[in-house]
Structure formats: structure tokens, C-alpha cells
């Protein structure tokens, strides 16, 4: 099982990135999937998390409102539009998988991805 997050790069303060993850090696479109950031000398933190569904989404609060996480079954992927980013988004970014939205919002996600950094200059 794979879930390679990707899309990250540089970006000033204001600007927007989209991050994608497409898994592979089984089909998560019973599960929860979401995003999980780690800044350098931080602890991981949860970012957001879609049902299955796709019709129940959580964020946290330094997020919420800039940020939108979407998913797309057929093709087994979900996504991370990130807008207005702040020099405090700097971070490396997870892909998630989870049996349920509360496993993955405490950082218990059966299954985890490779990374991808992101950077936002002031």
C-alpha cells in the first residue's frame, strides 16, 4: 500500500498549492482519508480529514477557511486546496488513510504516506 502525497513546493505568503495523493495497493473509498502536517522540531498535527462519502469533512483550526480537502473514489485519491498559505504552513504534508474520521484526527491512521514539503516565505 501506497499513498505518495505530492504538489508541494514554494510559494509566497497569500499564494495557493493543491496537494494530491493517490493510493495504490488497495481501495480506500471506504475509508477516511485526510492530511497530516509536521513542521521541522514539531509534532505532527492534523490537518483535515473527508469521509468516504466525501459528504463529511473536518478541519483544524488553523486551517479552516483556507484550506479545502476533496476526494475522487474512481481514481483513488484525495486532494489538499490550500489558499492564502502562511509562512506558519510550512511544513511537511501526510496523506492518511483510516477506518474512521476520529482514528485519523488522533493521529492513529492505519496507513500513511510519503510526504511532500511544503514552504511559504513571508
Known amino acids: 500500500v501506497q499513498l505518495p502525497a505530492s504538489g508541494g513546493g514554494l510559494v509566497q505568503a497569500g499564494g495557493s498549492l493543491r496537494l494530491s495523493c493517490a493510493a495504490s495497493?488497495?481501495?480506500?473509498?471506504?475509508?477516511?482519508m485526510g492530511w497530516v502536517r509536521q513542521a521541522r522540531g514539531k509534532e505532527r498535527e492534523f490537518v483535515a480529514v473527508?469521509?468516504?462519502?466525501?459528504?463529511?469533512?473536518h478541519y483544524s483550526d488553523s486551517v479552516r477557511g483556507r484550506f479545502t480537502i476533496s476526494r475522487d473514489n474512481a481514481k483513488n485519491t484525495v486532494y489538499l486546496q490550500m489558499n492564502s498559505l502562511k509562512p506558519e504552513d510550512t511544513a511537511v504534508y501526510y496523506c492518511?488513510?483510516?477506518?474512521?474520521?476520529?482514528?485519523?484526527?488522533?493521529?492513529?491512521?492505519?496507513?500513511w504516506g510519503q510526504g511532500t514539503l511544503v514552504t511559504v516565505s513571508s
Open positions: 492518511a488513510a483510516a477506518t474512521s474520521l476520529s482514528t485519523l484526527t488522533s493521529m492513529r491512521a492505519e496507513y
Open positions: 495497493g488497495r481501495t480506500f473509498s471506504r475509508y477516511a
Open positions: 473527508i469521509w468516504w462519502s466525501g459528504g463529511i469533512t
